[in-house]
């Protein structure tokens, strides 16, 4: 069978009611309550950051689950991509697509523990990530098969003393963050027709959708003056003991915590 190739349009986004949106009756991928919570979760901490794809006539093609999310919060409408280019069989096979190739991609092991750890030392909350409490204690127990060590000894008590050294050339300022999403967010709320008070609550919480390359923060950290780091000490952006942290040109965690790591350890 020969494929229909169609051409696609300039697709814009366009927001469209909830409920106006129509389910694929046929959708073989299913979502749970608490697949659905934590879809609704990402939504509430990250934004509508991925549109539903919809057909000509308001079909879902992909984004059952966002949909759903989407309802469970009470949102009126969703960003939505039109993909009316689709022969209907290139409908139904994408319906599939969507959710299986994003299957096929594998990990990183050890980078994603690299970044989990990370994103665990600035307190973020990893349960918006997707990862389930034993996914979340083998990725931190790397290889380990013994199953020795229980979550809550990966997961809130286990220190990972970072290390802090010039490896590579200082990042520029605008290596360390990406804040085009709330640029546009804040341009969007000032443009909006709202009471002063509420723009200024409203731009506050736009800072959030600034994304930080900790990666890079690391390192430009460790080649910053003093003023720097202990300044950006106090923005969460790194975590240290400052007193006791310059030693050969990087900075070390305070023997005192170590100290208590070991002492931790020697509890177990």
């Known amino acids: 069978m020969q494929t229909v190739k169609r051409e696609m349009t300039k697709a814009k986004i366009e927001h469209v009611k909830t409920e106006a949106l129509i389910p694929y009756a046929r959708n073989s991928r299913t979502h749970s309550e608490q697949q659905v919570a934590q879809i609704a979760a990402s939504i509430r901490e990250f934004g509508f950051t991925n549109p539903v794809l919809i057909d000509a006539e308001n079909g879902i093609i992909a984004g059952h689950g966002r949909v759903m999310a989407a309802q469970k919060l009470g949102r009126k409408d969703v960003p939505c991509l039109r993909l009316d280019h689709l022969t209907d069989a290139q409908k139904r096979a994408y319906v599939i697509a969507d959710n299986k190739l994003a299957l096929n991609a594998g990990w990183d092991d050890e980078m994603l523990r ?46 990972t003393a970072p290390i802090y050294e010039i490896t590579g050339e200082k990042p520029k300022t605008g290596d360390l963050y990406n804040d085009e999403k709330t640029l546009l967010l804040k341009a969007e709320i000032e443009q909006a027709d709202l009471p002063d008070d509420v723009k200024r609550f409203l731009t506050l919480a736009a800072d959030r959708h600034t994304v930080f390359n900790f990666k890079n923060i690391a390192e430009f950290y460790a080649h910053s003056d003093i003023e720097t780091q202990q300044l950006m000490e106090q923005s969460a952006l790194v975590i240290v003991d400052f007193d006791k942290a310059i030693e050969n040109g990087f900075v070390k965690l305070a023997s005192g915590m170590m100290k208590q790591v070991k002492a931790i350890k020697n509890d177990q």
Do not use: C, M, P
């Open 114 to 159: 690299i970044e989990l750890d990370e994103l665990k030392a600035v307190d973020f909350d990893l349960s918006l990530i997707g990862f389930d409490d034993d996914e979340l204690r083998d990725i931190f127990n790397g290889s380990d098969e013994t199953g020795s060590e229980s979550l809550s000894e990966n997961y809130s008590r286990k220190i």
